[in-house]
């Protein structure tokens, strides 16, 4: 199991989930957790995914769903587990 990090910023719109949702499905990337709120109409989501059958490289995900996040008026970044982990220890 190769564990990512994904997270998705912006304000709220119609189909954020479902453009994601489908480039990972298209990928091959399953979902293990998910987690996303609105504040004042701010969309944000953190997503727990598993890269393991992913069929391209890990960078030019990161690179498509950051377009991807572009289209759709968002920020999304893309992080190994082990170095969000390490980004976010106390």
């Known amino acids: 199991m190769k564990k990512t990090i994904i997270t998705v910023v912006g304000k709220d719109s119609v189909g ?4 994601v949702c489908t480039y990972l499905a298209e990928n091959h990337i399953n979902i293990l957790d998910i987690s996303q709120t609105i504040v004042d109409g701010y969309f944000n989501m953190m997503m727990i995914v598993d890269f393991a059958a992913l069929e391209r490289s890990f960078v ?6 950051e377009k991807l996040g572009e289209g759709i008026g968002c920020v999304i970044r893309v992080q190994r ?3 969000f982990n390490k980004m976010h220890r106390l």
């Open 81 to 83: 587990e082990e170095i």
């Open 60 to 65: 030019e995900a990161s690179d498509e769903l």
């Open 16 to 19: 954020i989930i479902a453009r």
